[in-house]
């Protein structure tokens, strides 16, 4: 392997608890994993989702709960780490939890933007969806 990919599959049998079958199952499905920086990209990004499910609000959920929903999505993995954290800014300036920019972190601006118009119209009286997933 490339010097480069063997380090990154390592991190995600290793952190992801994955056997030789499922890791294979998650490189073939999302391949572009293997395209970003693990220092720069996955690690902190992983840290940032763990975060997000773990302690984000009033929300519990387990290290390995949001181990499983970050696999389940490992896509929201490859994002920008810089990209994701002016998203995170934007959601906090709008009063929104972190934990709703899960599956939305691949969103052009425009959709983006428009999600949040949504979100913030719909939770207007200051009730916030306690669902994460």
Known sequence: FDNNIQPKLNWLQTTF???????????????????????????PNL??????????????????????????????MTQSHQRLRKRAALFAAH?????????????????LNVWISKFVSKNSDGIVDKAIF
Request: hydrophobic share 35%; charged share 25%; proline share 3%.
């Open 17 to 43: 608890h994955l056997d030789q079958n499922q890791l294979c199952h998650v490189v073939q499905r999302q391949s572009m994993l293997l395209n970003a920086s693990l220092n720069n990209t996955l690690i």
């Open 47 to 76: 840290e940032f989702w763990k975060e997000c499910f773990t302690r984000d609000y009033n929300h519990q959920c387990s290290d390995d709960d949001a181990l499983a929903e970050i696999i389940r999505l490992p896509r929201q």
């Open 95 to 111: 009063g929104i939890p972190n934990r709703f920019l899960w599956g939305r972190a691949e969103y052009t601006d425009e959709k």
